[in-house]
């Protein structure tokens, strides 16, 4: 666990509970993430994983407990339908980054353009500067969205469900990107369903309308903490030896009728 | 003909619309892009007990409209704010409100009712300077507005979950919008009347959206689209001896409508191209036949369209609408898809739940193509979970029936190139013969008992049935990868590998590989050669076409039995 003194601290909570209408969504929540460490934020839909992003957004007040953020937090959102035929190109969408960096009555100038095509050059999308936000693929879009917090220079992402709807090369060319922001020092935060990706990661959170577990994935995710989760949607392989293997069900993401 | 303009009134008129035009294009176009429609049409309307409160007491029109349309901005933004849902129904209760107070002003307290419904509506010809000079603080504040906030009002209407993590949060920022709407609708009430207002602030905005890609041009064109129609209004109503404001609501709505057609047309070049060149080519083609372009036809999967493309060869434009590396399962149509159906004249399908989304998308595009199943005549078809397994084409000799059927349905449309497509199909057809005994040469030299196939989607029981190999279970025990394992067939699959001794799991390309991996893992399996199950590789990969799908799944299959010693290669093929 991290020491609880650390002056560089990106965000920590100390027994947060936050929600709307002053109905708590989530409770009990005690974080704390340090700059180049991805935190994988687990839980099943409804679990609270979006308050807690509209709280560390400075959208929702905390009910109880303490927030504290160190810096400013950018958001990768999923891709909603509307968003696809607003009409703004993927250079348009990295410049929305640099509105937090400027008083509001200035407009944007030539440094501004210059800082949103070197990040999306970061994201490998440079060429792509001019095409419609819609046109490009799930897994562009994210990476557009990531580049827009990169412009806004955000030390702390919170990546919401990012890997939803990305084949397996897109995942994978996501999954290095938040490798390389962690590189660069900053925290990565991204709600996730998918156990096995988070173990690879620094930290993980498990959310299921309060914390059930917090640390490091090795030590939080036993069965117990998975269970209190997902509440019972565990997979259980067992292996050679005495170690047993687990997974969670993916859950459905599309409403396809079932082939007959 | 113009001499009308030269009329005094009808000038003003001009002046006040080529005003008007401004803050229309500009704000309508935030008006569409936020979804503020109903509210530039409701504070119009909510500006009428303004207008009879003016009309009772005696002051200037415009000024009670203001005064009620900030009373009615004030009044939807505060509730708006204090309960985050429902814009719409909170803009319809304050209009509501407005409009209740108008009528009992109306009739109860100024008693009079006769002329009220004349206030809603205005007149472009009787303008006076007040109007002008109204319209022209509405044009100006809407252009400075645009500079400097319309980047926030963007980030805000692209993402509003975001907007406060970008520096764009402030409510301000939204209330300036709704405030700036309301002066210049108020500002065009006088002008078009209230009920006439969405014809100027909405419609050219809408229909410049249709034709647009970003949000300048937007603008631009929604000022030149407003001005132009306002114009244009104006001179027809003039010549005609019809009312303004309505002559230019039905011009905008034709504007709107011509928009859609144009777009519809862009994304159709065929049918901008015939419309470019006119009735001429249209009676030619009536004599010579329509296919000046050549035969062309669609095919659903990237394996029938590969196959289609080998018969057809250079005579035949083939249009594929799945992509390479993408589930068939989850396929959904896009506007470009819509449009080739319907020009085509043939449709191949591959058949089976794989493409069953083919019939709907045909009769939505209006299509008269001719729908071939290919799944239909195979000499071999497996039962499955749906009425059959729809991967038919891993058995070579069902990819011969089909090519078979390919080429007579080809020839018998387009007799012209039947030649060719025979010569083509021939060639082909030798191929696919050499690709079925060069599979079978390799996997007959592997023992039958190391032939034990384990893959995450079970796309291969053709392939399987056709080479002898023992399919021990799929990672996705079903037929579609829309399904979930369940825990306990996870479970049985991991013990089934290790008392059989499978060396190899095999990853589907198309679908997310963790399952597979995750079995592989924990049975200490390989994992690392992956199959083409339901699509084709992408261009450049070897399993870009059907042979180089089919070699490539025998070459890993091999490598997964043998430990990686020995592979698959078919020179013949190439």
Known sequence: MPDSGNPVTLAATADLAAGYAGAAAIEGVSFRIEPGQRLGLLGPNGGGKTTLFRALLGELRPLAGSLSLAV??????????????????????????????????????????????????????????????????????????????????????????????????????LEALIDELAAEGRGVIVATHDVDQARAWDLVLCLNRRQVGFGAPESVLSREVLEATYAGHIVEIPVNGDRQARGILPPHHHHHEEGE | MLESLQQPYVQRGLIEILILAVPAGLLGTWIVLRGLAFYSHAVGTAAFPGLVLADGLGFAAPLGALAAATVFTAGTFSLGRARRTGEDSITALVLVACLAGGVILASDVFASGANVDTLLFG???????????????????????????????????????????LGAGSPAIDFALLALIALATTAALTAVGALLVTALFVVPAASARLLTRRVPQLQLLAVALAALEGVLGLWLSVETDAPPGPTIATLSGAGFALALALRWALRRPRVLAVTA????????????????????????????????????????????????????????????????????????????????????????????????????????????????????????????????????????????????????????????????????????AVPASDRKLVTDHDAFGYFAGRYGIDVIGAVIPSITTQAQPSAGELAELADVIRREGVRAVFPESSVNNRLADAIARDTGASAEYTLYGDTLGPEDSPAATYLGMEEANADAIVRGFTGGERGCRIPAIR
């Not at chain 1, 410049?95 to 440094?111: E, T």
């Not at chain 2, 007149?123 to 645009?146: F, K, M, N, P, Q």
């Not at chain 2, 038919?392 to 089909?402: E, F, L, S, V």
Request: contains cysteine; hydrophobic residues 45%.
């Open chain 1, 72 to 173: 400013g937090c950018a958001t990768v959102p999923q891709t909603e339908r509307s968003r696809l035929d607003f009409p703004v190109t993927a250079l348009d969408v990295a410049r929305m980054g640099a509105l937090s960096r400027l008083a509001w009555w200035r407009r944007p100038g030539r440094s501004e353009r210059a800082r949103a095509i070197a990040a999306l050059e970061a994201v490998a999308l440079a060429d792509r500067a001019d095409a419609p936000f819609g046109e490009l693929s799930a897994g562009q879009r994210q990476r557009v969205l990531i580049a827009r917090a990169l412009v806004q220079d955000a030390r702390l992402l919170l990546l919401d469900e990012p890997f939803t709807g990305l084949d397996s090369a897109a995942a994978r060319r």
């Open chain 2, 123 to 165: 007149s472009l010809l009787l303008i006076d300077g007040g109007d002008i000079a109204l319209a022209a603080v509405a044009a100006a504040l809407a252009v400075v507005a645009t500079l400097v906030l319309g980047r926030h009002w963007l980030a805000r209407g692209f993402d509003p979950e975001s907007a406060k993590a």
């Open chain 2, 277 to 444: 060149l006119g009735a001429a080519l249209l009676a030619l083609a009536g004599c010579g036949g329509s296919d000046d372009d050549g035969p062309r036809v669609v095919a659903t999967t990237t394996e029938v369209a590969d196959i289609v493309r080998a018969v057809g060869g250079k005579d035949l434009e083939v249009e594929r609408l799945l992509e390479p590396n993408t589930d068939p399962h989850e396929y959904e149509p896009r506007p470009s898809d819509v449009s080739a159906s319907a020009d085509a004249e043939l449709v191949f399908r591959s058949g089976g739940d794989l493409d069953d989304w083919t019939e709907e998308l045909l009769s939505d595009s209006g299509s008269d193509a001719a729908l071939i199943d290919l799944s239909e005549d195979l000499p071999v078809r497996l039962h499955g979970e749906g009425e059959f397994d729809p991967h038919w084409w891993h058995d070579p000799r069902n990819a011969i029936t089909a090519v078979e059927e390919i080429r007579n349905e080809l020839a018998a449309t387009y007799p012209d190139h039947a030649r060719q497509y025979t010569l083509n199909a021939r060639s082909y057809l030798r191929e696919l013969r050499e690709l079925d005994a060069g599979i079978e040469r390799c996997i007959g």
